[in-house]
């Protein structure tokens, strides 16, 4: 292999380590989030655990990447259903936001998965794309180096012209 085909090859598998590393510094940050969403469903101190389970559907929703306003939504209507003392009408808000929870946790989760399949696979493209265009500069600076290198010296004829 020749040393340009060497340095190409190099340089695509360097950038393509480097994107897959931080790629994957990102995603294992989303999973350590997750995980602080259940250790605050612990310290919740209250005995119904309806309630629990339906603060904990609404936590997985938002560590799967649902949007702020609707867990604000929920958070909202979660109080509202802890102010009430009417139990059958607290247990079917209860029911209802965990059911709409569950439902947007699973589309975020999938649009999230679908968004980390698409980055994952433009991680070689995008490593490619910046290895050819170094590539192509470093051979047109060479290229340049060659043409003044190849420079033929040739004296200046003044005394012609007078």
């Known amino acids: 292999m020749n040393p340009r085909k060497r340095h190409f090859v190099i340089t695509y598998l360097v950038l393509g380590v480097f994107l897959t590393s931080f790629l994957w510094a990102n995603f294992s940050h989303t999973a350590e989030s997750s995980n602080s969403h259940n250790m605050a469903l612990g310290t919740v101190s209250i005995s119904d655990q309806k309630f ?3 603060f904990a559907v609404v936590l997985e929703a938002e560590a799967a990447g649902a949007e702020s306003t ?3 939504d929920f958070v909202d209507r979660l109080n509202l259903a802890l102010n009430l003392t009417d139990e059958a009408e607290t247990s079917a808000i209860l029911d209802q936001i965990k059911a709409e929870a569950s439902q947007l946790r699973d589309i975020a989760s999938l649009r999230s998965y679908y968004n980390k399949i698409f980055v994952l ?3 070689p493209v995008a490593a490619l ?3 050819l265009c ?3 500069a470093l051979k047109r ?3 340049k180096v060659e043409q003044i290198m190849n420079m033929k010296i040739r004296e200046k004829r003044e005394a012609q012209n007078v």
């Open 52 to 54: 629990k389970d339906t």
């Open 70 to 72: 609707q867990i604000k």
């Open 121 to 123: 696979a433009m991680v």
């Open 129 to 131: 794309i910046v290895t």
């Open 134 to 136: 170094v590539h192509y």
């Open 141 to 143: 600076r060479q290229s």
